[in-house]
T-cell receptor
């Protein structure tokens, strides 16, 4: 069974204080690892897709990396507007309907 | 406005009542999905459709049904609602069901079953 575990559950940072969020996964045949951002009362918003170990992607203050067992979302010099819940998901092989298995998320708060 | 719309935004429903959650996308995506999001359990797939006319069961399909008569619409029906179906429901779509396409999410429907 595919499993995704995110840590920490919650993280409080001061503005400008860099940190990383972790996503550990167990899946038979990873086809893609996805990062989403979710603001309160809204649907998840797509950030990145990673496909193979060693791959990295960046967007503004965010950088996602992937190994064979986990992914990290690095946040450099965060701002209050980066406050949100960050969700990680893995995609199983095609036979399962390309479903995404989500972790429970990391709730990030950036204080000014 | 391009994207996914869901209706209603929120609903309070008596147990035993029938309810249909609506989802419409205007991106001409082939694949559509329904998830429920619960505190401590994250997002879980209820049903999916890889293309119009086909549907499949996800992780938690019991008590729910879907139909996909056309590309744009993917309604989710609760035939006889129970309190355990209290949740936030998200509809999502992707260009197709391959692993190379991210899923785009709607704004959600908050459902309370009393």
């Amino acid at each position: 069974e595919d499993q995704v575990t995110q840590s920490p559950e919650a993280l409080r940072l001061q503005e400008g204080e860099s940190s990383s969020l972790n996503c550990s996964y167990t899946v038979s045949g990873l086809r893609g690892l996805f990062w989403y951002r979710q603001d309160p009362g809204k649907g998840p918003e797509f950030l990145f897709t990673l496909y193979s170990a060693g791959e990295e992607k960046e967007k503004e203050r965010l950088k996602a990396t992937l190994t064979k067992k986990e992914s990290f979302l690095h946040i450099t010099a965060p701002k209050p507007e980066d406050s949100a819940t960050y969700l990680c998901a893995v995609q199983a092989p095609e036979t399962s309907g390309s479903r995404l298995t989500f972790g429970e998320g990391t709730q990030l708060t950036v204080n000014p | 406005i391009a994207g996914i719309t869901q209706a209603p935004t929120s609903q309070i429903l008596a147990a035993g009542r029938r309810m249909t959650l609506r989802c419409t996308q205007d991106m001409r995506h082939n694949a559509m999905y329904w998830y429920r999001q619960d505190l401590g359990l994250g997002l879980r797939l209820i049903h999916y459709s890889n293309t119009a006319g086909t549907t499949g069961k996800g992780e938690v399909p019991d008590g729910y049904s879907v139909s996909r008569a056309n590309t744009d619409d993917f309604p989710l029906t609760l035939a006889s609602a129970v309190p355990s179906q209290t949740s936030v429901y998200f509809c999502a779509s992707s260009p197709d069901s391959s692993s190379y396409n991210e899923q785009f999410f709607g704004p959600g429907t908050r459902l309370t079953v009393l």
